[in-house]
């Protein structure tokens, strides 16, 4: 099993601003990923952080709006940048098990509200 | 591409109801099937998994079944409680990414 800490839990910004969302992992993981759950909808896969590589994104996500850093195993960051009220969701860090068994474990969230 | 479908909420039902909640999938190939829950103010966390076909998950009084004649992945439980007030994802495991239905919300009410 894998236990994330995701932070912060939530905010509140101001359109225009950067936000960066830190997940630390208390094991070394190969991938972690970046979600998005819009209001009342299911998640959506941003990017998939490697560690010594740029990130990979999803349609419809870019680097220059989302940049991503995976300095080491256990840690990554996501940065929401030039935010507009469009921006407001949870933002979710995720990994798989380590052991091949393809289960994924989640950070508790962060709400963003950009006002 | 492969997709997960799962019933529309939000689904209301008194305590101790039966519990029923829809997932049907596309794929290529014999995916693993996954149940997820949100509580509410938290991340989301496995409720149950199967890994091939005819293999029932259960957890916490929850079961589902792979059924790949089907390809369903169906939720149950025989007697729900206020504390399983919820949402709930059904998702699929593919080319090396979770596949995610759009997720249905439980309301349990005394």
């Known amino acids: 099993s894998a236990v994330i800490s995701q932070k912060p839990s939530r905010d509140i910004c101001q359109r225009g601003t950067s936000l960066t969302i830190q997940c630390q992992v208390d094991?070394?993981?190969?991938?972690m990923f970046w979600y998005r759950q819009q209001p009342g909808q299911s998640l959506t896969l941003i990017a998939t952080?490697?560690?010594?590589?740029?990130?990979?994104?999803e349609s419809g996500f870019v680097i220059d709006k989302f940049p991503i850093s995976r300095p080491n195993l256990t840690f990554s960051t996501l940065t929401v940048s030039n935010m507009s009220p469009e921006d407001s969701s949870i933002y979710l860090c995720?990994?798989?098990?380590?052991?091949?068994?393809?289960?994924?474990?989640f950070g508790q969230g962060t709400r963003l509200t950009v006002v | 591409g492969d997709s997960v479908t799962q019933m529309e909420g939000p689904v209301t039902l008194s305590e101790e109801a039966f519990l029923t909640i829809n997932c049907t999938y596309t794929?290529?190939?014999?995916?693993?099937l996954f149940w997820y829950v949100q509580y509410p103010g938290e991340g989301l966390q496995l409720l149950l998994k199967?890994?091939?076909a005819d293999d029932k998950g259960s957890n916490k009084g929850f079961e589902a079944t792979y059924r790949k004649e089907t390809t369903s992945f169906h939720l149950e439980k025989g007697s729900v409680q206020v504390s399983d007030s919820a949402v709930y994802f059904c998702?699929?495991?593919?080319?090396?990414?979770?596949?995610w239905g759009a997720g249905t919300k439980l309301i349990i009410k005394p």
């Open positions: 995720s990994v798989e098990d380590t052991q091949g068994n393809t289960e994924a474990f």
């Open positions: 094991s070394q993981v190969t991938m």
């Open positions: 952080a490697n560690q010594g590589s740029e990130a990979t994104y």
């Open positions: 794929a290529t190939g014999y995916p693993s």
């Open positions: 199967a890994t091939k």
């Open positions: 998702a699929l495991y593919s080319n090396y990414q979770l596949i």
